[in-house]
């Protein structure tokens, strides 16, 4: 159950910060509305916090969740940009997802 609530916590997180980064691109380069910001400014702060939820050190969920946010890229790549992910693209983000996970579910005395 904690590798699921883990991974989903991650999940939103990496949502929070995509959006929070799309919405100031979509101003700056696509000439949409300057007030994107504002959402952007809080979709960021939504995901500073997610991260403070993790009860694992922060640096050892901010290293693991670093392989989570390259795997929901290429999903919005698929999603959102209308491009297909690549096998390689596709490799990559099992690779850093394995990461993830031995970072956070490794056996460690506390």
Request: charged share 10%; proline share 5%.
């Amino acid at each position: 159950m904690f590798a699921f609530k883990t991974l989903g916590l991650f999940l939103l997180t990496a949502l929070a910060e995509i959006v929070g980064c799309y919405l100031p691109y979509l101003w700056l380069k696509e000439g949409r509305s300057a007030w994107l910001l504002l959402p952007a400014a809080a979709s960021l702060a939504l995901f500073a916090w997610l991260l403070s939820l993790h009860p694992a050190a922060a640096g050892r969920v901010y290293a693991a969740y670093g392989g989570v946010y390259i795997f929901a890229a290429i999903v919005w790549l698929w999603a959102v940009d209308g491009i297909r992910p690549s096998g390689w693209d596709i490799l990559g983000s099992g690779v850093a997802l394995t990461g993830m996970a031995i970072i956070m579910f490794a056996p460690r005395q506390v």
